[in-house]
Each structure stands twice: as C-alpha cells, then as structure tokens.
C-alpha cells in the first residue's frame, strides 16, 4: 500500500512506535533498588555472549555514494523551503525512493536507504541523515500520543510513542514531516530528540523485536546498549524488566522496574507490572497494598472515563456516556476524541446545536487527516440544528 507523506506547518505551541499494554493500577510507593541489586541486573549475561553487533552513533546517518547521488538526482532547489518539499517527495513517490511503512524496519540511514522500508523512527534517522548534508534545519521530535484505555474491550492501558521531523521552512517557520499524519496532532507533549537519545530509541527497538523472536541473549544487550545512551528512559528499564521476567528471573524483572519507577514515579504501566509481578509471586500484601489505590487512580485518569464513557455509548446509554465524558474532559480538555464522543452522544440526545460546538472542538485539536471526517459530521450537524427547539 502506498504511503503518504505530509509536511504540515507546525503551530507555535509545542509524536517506531513503542508500545506498552497493561492495567491500569494506582500510585504507589516502591522502593528503589540497591547499588548490589543494580549491579546483579546489569551482569546478568556477558554482553559478548550475544554476538550482537549494534550500529554506532557514526553509523546512524552516514551516507553512501549511492545516497548521495540519489540526492543530487532528485534535489536541486536553492530555497530552503523547495529543498524540503523535493526531499519529502523523493523519499516517498514512485519517481523516488518509493518508501513504505514497516513497524519492524529498525535501521541507520543507510539500511533503511537500501530496503526502502522504514518505521517512524527510522524514517525520522534517515530524514535528518539527508536534511544534515542538504544543510537543512531539522531535528527529529518524539511525541507521546495519549494514553488509550481498554479501546478494544480488555482491561487494559495503551501507550505510544511516536517520532517525526520539524523542518524549518522559508522566513523561519517550522514544519512537521510526519509518515503517519493521522496519528499526530500539534497538542500532544513533545520534546526535541538529539542523536544520542535517537540511538537509544533504535536500539529499544531492536531490542524488542528480539525479545519476540526469543532471542533474548540479543535483547538483553541492546536493552543495555540503549540504556547506556538514556539511562533515565522509564520506558527501556520497564522493557528490561519485562525480558527478566521472561526468562525466568522475577527478582531482577523487579529491580529492572523499581529503577523505572525512579524516573517515572507514577507510571501507571511500571507499577502494573510491578503488581502483577507481585501477584504471580504470591506476595499479596504487597499486591493489595497497590490494588487498594485502583480506584483512586482510575478516578484520576481522563482515559478511565473515557473508556466508562465508550461502554456507555455501546449500550446506549447516552446521558450515561455523556456524565462520563465530561469527567474526562474536566481531567484533559485536548483530547480531540474525548470531544469527538462527546459530539456523538449530544447527537443522539437530539442536541445537535451542542454536538456542533463540541464537533468544532475536536476539529480544532485533532491531527489533520481526521479534518475531514469532522467536517462533514459538522455539515449533518449544520443541516440538523434548525429543527433543534
């Protein structure tokens, strides 16, 4: 399937996708781990055992002849602004590199050059590997997309992050180039990435897919690997911790997410796993001391009421739905899909004036590819409203 590729002007307000699924349990105070503990957890096998070889900081954006050719084929504008729609184009059009999405396609500039395949984290390093040698302003940007609770019927709490570009264009405005359009929204928390922290990233990565493909003598190194370049990333230390507990070593999977916590004390997803942890353990004083705090949790998390508010409308239940929704718009007024449901349920309570307004509310917060399918749930609305008493 073809893939398009967008380069939409960034608002001056400030997403290879890591994803986490677990419950959702509450704060709770965990303890960190020792120097001894720590020291266990990252001694666990010899790196060397693996026989990994991981790409290097010099290798992530070098090009090769042949990349810089295809450059010189397909870039020539003197602007900055035509340098950066040339290059959007050619990496994605058929006349081009003909680029398409692949979750699993973790790679340097070069492999994913070579394989014409790339997730958002490997497109981002080989986007920032051309922009560098066209003397283009740009610098890669992780956006955390907002949590998902239970959309699917399970009891559990999605996390994503997501990576694209922000190019500066003519007169110094800022553009974001993005494979995945439909997934990003300028409102989301976001933050600048450097080259160390994109290593880090690509290395989690790859460390993951080698946890699934059980090779976990490779995951373990390149869980350290990543560590080693961002040593406070919640998220990596959660992951080692999960691979511990894959192989077999509850106590170290605990240290791996007590040191997590350190950096991310109210982790919904660490501490989840730190109860199931305890559960499986048959620790249930420790258990029960974080499942007594579920409902408090719960009550503060906007995507809890949400969730209550999706399962409301599934069984019809518009004024029920609506409560809910509104909780979760009192707790995050900038979730474009907490107005959205909202707009649906005013809807069906014959309100369509009210269901506007709040359609308005979700166009203006979500990310562009959703622009038209608001739009025209806003010209039914239009049409609706003068029959509203």
Not at 36 to 49: C, G, K
Not at 152 to 177: D, F, I, K, P
Not at 192 to 202: D, G, Q, T, W
Request: hydrophobic letters at 40%; proline letters at 4%; aromatic letters at 10%.
């Amino acid at each position: 399937m073809s893939q398009r590729l967008s380069i939409i002007p960034k608002p001056l307000r400030f997403l290879c996708l890591v994803g986490l699924c677990t419950q959702l349990l509450a704060c709770a105070s965990v303890s960190p781990p020792t120097d001894a503990q720590l020291e266990r957890l990252l001694q666990w096998r010899p790196v060397e055992a693996s026989n990994l070889s991981l790409p290097s900081q010099e290798d992530l954006f070098r090009l090769t002849p042949d990349m810089e050719a295809f450059i010189h084929e397909h870039v020539d504008s003197a602007s900055r602004y035509g340098r950066l729609r040339q290059l959007t184009k050619a990496l994605i059009s058929s006349e081009g590199l003909a680029l398409s999405y692949d979750a699993s396609a973790n790679g340097t500039a070069a492999e994913v050059f070579q394989q014409r395949r790339s997730n958002c984290l490997s497109f981002a390093i080989l986007f920032m590997a051309f922009a560098d040698y066209l003397q283009l302003d740009a610098y890669a940007n992780e956006v955390r997309i907002p949590q998902t609770w239970d959309v699917h019927g399970r009891n559990t709490l999605v996390t994503y992050r997501h990576v694209n570009v922000v190019a500066m264009g003519s007169s110094r405005r800022q553009w974001v180039v993005d494979l995945n359009q439909g997934i990003y929204s300028p409102y989301y928390p976001q933050r600048k990435m450097n080259e160390r922290a994109l290593l880090a990233s690509l290395y989690n990565n790859m460390a993951v897919e080698f946890m699934l493909a059980k090779q976990y003598d490779a995951a373990y190194a390149a869980y350290l690997a990543s560590i080693d370049f961002s040593p406070r990333d919640e998220d990596t230390w959660s992951n080692l911790g999960n691979l511990m507990k894959r192989v077999g070593e509850p106590e170290l999977a605990l240290v791996a997410y007590r040191q997590a916590l350190q950096f991310a004390p109210s982790s919904v997803a660490v501490l989840s796993n730190v109860y199931e942890l305890y559960r499986e353990q048959g620790n249930d004083v420790m258990a029960e001391t974080l499942a007594t705090r579920v409902k408090r949790a719960r009550e503060r998390n906007p995507y809890y009421h949400y969730w209550l508010a999706l399962n409301a409308y599934q069984q019809q239940d518009w004024r029920g739905g609506l409560d809910k929704v509104e909780r979760a718009l009192a707790l995050n007024h900038e979730d474009h899909r907490f107005h959205f449901l909202k707009a649906v349920l005013l809807k069906n309570m014959g309100q369509s004036m009210q269901s506007a307004r709040a359609i308005e509310q979700a166009k203006l917060l979500g990310p562009a590819k959703k622009a038209s399918h608001y739009s025209a749930w806003l010209d039914l609305l239009t049409l609706d409203s003068p029959a509203e008493s």
